[in-house]
């Protein structure tokens, strides 16, 4: 990126040390960090690079056919496709940051390539903005995929959800989950966002038979439930209970990375959890 913008935006994101190549060198960036940091930013650079990859193609078919640069112009080709470029701000509630993301970041990839557009996520201790770059009709095609994809996985928009039977259910106030984080960025108390811990939809919600109204009750003997998504990764089965909170709504794979936190907080009641356990049924 200009003036290495777009890397040091990675080091934030990623709390990792990276070297990029000097001119003339082999190109091969190091990184320096913790083993699951470090995976994070191969995976973003590597997207990246073949995002990149794919513009560059296109800009060179688009050169060769209708749209390469007139006899009297004397703007070069690429310069004439950058200079088009916009960048938008899509604003999401904190939530929703990993259902638009996607495991190992799939989903947001998907809408990059779709829209030939560069998206750059929110890091977890930033305002929860989508970075999206690219030709402005481009750019608004991918706020709007982002848009239905937040609509598809919760049933909403981009909106605030009514609150009431959410608390009701989860017991702990609206604030936890709408916009009451969105303005408290450099307080000393302010909470830090895992994708571990983030996002929860409305889809566990709108089951009433599929949510216990007390933490008692998800570990009771009632009869056989319908398979439920883990409230974390929306992807794998219930199968887990944090111990003592006793909330039966994740995968174990979800629940043991929760537990193996330095702090581990129960992302449903926010309190403190020692360990995982798997519920047969």
Not at 71 to 96: F, H, K, W
Request: hydrophobic share 30%; charged share 25%.
């Amino acid at each position: 990126g200009r003036q290495g913008c777009k890397i040091k935006a990675l080091r934030a994101k990623t709390n990792t040390y990276i070297k990029t190549p000097v001119r003339g060198e082999e190109p091969v960036f190091v990184v320096t960090g913790r083993k699951e940091d470090v995976a994070a930013a191969k995976r973003e650079i590597l997207s990246a690079a073949e995002h990149f990859s794919q513009i560059r193609a296109q800009r060179k078919n688009h050169l060769n056919g209708s749209l390469a640069p007139g006899p009297n112009s004397n703007i070069p080709g690429d310069e004439m496709c950058r200079a088009g470029q916009t960048t938008l701000q899509v604003r999401v509630p904190y939530r929703v940051v990993g259902l638009v993301v996607g495991p190992k970041g799939a989903t947001i990839k998907r809408i990059q390539q779709q829209t030939n557009t560069y998206i750059v996520t929110p890091s977890r201790d930033k305002e929860p903005v989508f970075e999206v770059t690219g030709l402005p009709e481009s750019v608004e095609a991918a706020k709007r995929e982002i848009e239905a994809h937040i609509a598809m996985r919760t049933g909403g928009g981009l909106g605030e959800e009514e609150p009431s039977e959410f608390s009701e259910v989860f017991g702990f106030p609206p604030k936890m989950y709408g916009y009451a984080y969105e303005s408290d960025e450099g307080l000393g108390d302010s909470p830090t966002f895992d994708p571990a811990g983030l996002p929860w939809d409305g889809r566990a919600v709108a089951h009433g038979d599929s949510v216990a109204s007390s933490p008692t009750d998800s570990l009771g003997s009632g009869p056989k439930r319908g398979k439920r998504d883990c409230v974390v990764c929306f992807e794998s089965e219930v199968v887990a209970a944090l111990v003592p909170c006793g909330h039966n709504m994740f995968c174990m794979e979800c629940a043991n990375r929760v537990c193996g936190k330095l702090e581990p907080l129960c992302p449903v009641c926010n309190q403190p959890c020692a360990h995982a356990m798997r519920i047969y049924s």
